[in-house]
């Protein structure tokens, strides 16, 4: 096998570089320890301009600071840092990155890229400035709604050809949030005039009670009537533990502390047009639940399976 390889490496650099560049960006990195050959080869232009998209979106002023003019390389690391500061687009409602994996364009929508229903209305939502571990200045904060209804979209043109995604709602809620874990919630993703909608939950409360109390299909202490809006001191009294179905999906915690709950996939196809949308909503408007204390921070389209 040594052998081989040191055959291999005797090759001309220009024929590695086409080899590896038919690889993935983890093999070329990997192939950098392989020989001195295989290094020069590895870390080339034209192995790196194959991994990098040709139609990168353009960025805000001073989102890249670069050597200039930067390798290829250097360049598909830095777009790939999801560790980073995400890079912002030229209007700043949205940031991108590269699937570090295979390239693939990824991006976070933020907030104030999404429609809220009654989002306009400052008694039902209002915009509150956003921490560090977020690249926009602000985000969306629930103040009380009965009628939830979260949605986006994004076009074609801007996601890779044959990658799967995942589209994620990015939110927290605060300490005294209610009515997000019932009744749960309808997650669509919609691309072209195929749509998938599934049951989903923006807190998941399975365990028991205080009282001890999981019977399924509990009405919860913080159910009403849509009308009249309970008063503040009837809202934060007992809270019961309502137990969610299997099917459910229910949110995870990410590393910059925010959470994450997912929405749905789709596939982008190689051969399609570049005119269509991907379009994505949450809604929970049948249950007659008031819901407070959601602050969302925008929604996440990534490669699925990516980190």
């Keep these: 096998m040594a052998a081989e390889a040191c055959e291999i490496a005797r090759l001309p650099?220009?024929?590695?570089?086409?080899?590896?560049?038919?690889?993935?960006?983890?093999?070329?990195?990997?192939?950098?320890?392989?020989?001195?050959?295989?290094?020069?080869?590895?870390?080339?232009?034209?192995?790196?301009a194959r991994f990098l998209p040709r139609d990168l979106p353009p960025l805000a002023d001073g989102e890249l600071l670069l050597l200039t003019p930067?390798?290829?390389k250097d360049l598909f690391l830095r777009l790939s840092n999801h560790g980073s500061p995400l890079l912002l687009l030229p209007d700043k409602l949205a940031s991108m990155w590269l699937d570090r994996e295979?390239?693939?364009k990824c991006y976070m929508l933020s907030a104030r890229s999404l429609t809220f229903v009654w989002g306009?209305?400052?008694?039902?939502?209002?915009?509150?400035?956003?921490?560090?571990?977020s690249r926009f200045s602000e985000g969306a904060q629930l103040l009380r709604v009965c009628w939830l209804d979260i949605?986006?979209?994004?076009?074609?043109?801007?996601?890779?050809?044959?990658?799967?995604?995942?589209?994620?709602?990015?939110?927290?809620?605060?300490?005294?949030?209610?009515?997000?874990?019932?009744?749960?919630?309808?997650?669509?993703?919609?691309?072209?005039?195929t749509s998938s909608t599934r049951m989903v939950c923006l807190q998941s409360n399975d365990e028991e009670d205080e009282d001890g109390d999981d019977e399924a299909g509990a009405v919860p202490g913080h159910y009403w009537p849509v009308r009249p809006y309970p008063p503040?001191?009837?809202?934060?009294?007992?809270?019961?533990?309502?137990?969610?179905?299997?099917d459910v999906g229910r949110p995870q915690e990410r590393a910059d502390g925010w959470m994450e709950l997912e929405?749905?996939?789709?596939f982008i196809?190689?051969?399609?047009?570049?005119?269509?949308?991907?379009?994505?909503?949450?809604?929970?408007?049948?249950?007659g639940s008031w819901k407070s204390g959601l602050i969302v921070q925008g929604i996440e389209v990534r490669r699925k399976n990516s980190g």
Excluded at 151 to 172: C, E, H, N, Q
Excluded at 232 to 246: K, M
């Design 13 to 48: 650099e220009e024929l590695l570089s086409a080899a590896l560049a038919r690889t993935s960006p983890r093999d070329a990195c990997r192939a950098t320890a392989a020989s001195p050959a295989f290094r020069a080869a590895a870390d080339s232009d034209a192995v790196w």
């Design 70 to 72: 930067p390798r290829k």
């Design 102 to 104: 295979t390239g693939a």
């Design 120 to 133: 306009d209305t400052p008694q039902y939502w209002t915009w509150i400035p956003l921490a560090d571990s």
């Design 151 to 193: 949605s986006g979209r994004i076009p074609f043109k801007m996601l890779s050809r044959d990658t799967v995604y995942a589209a994620y709602l990015v939110f927290k809620a605060n300490e005294n949030s209610f009515g997000l874990d019932y009744p749960v919630q309808d997650a669509s993703v919609s691309v072209g005039v």
């Design 232 to 246: 503040r001191r009837t809202r934060r009294r007992n809270r019961r533990s309502v137990p969610h179905a299997e």
């Design 263 to 266: 929405l749905g996939e789709f």
């Design 269 to 287: 196809d190689g051969g399609g047009d570049d005119d269509g949308e991907v379009s994505f909503s949450l809604v929970e408007t049948n249950g």
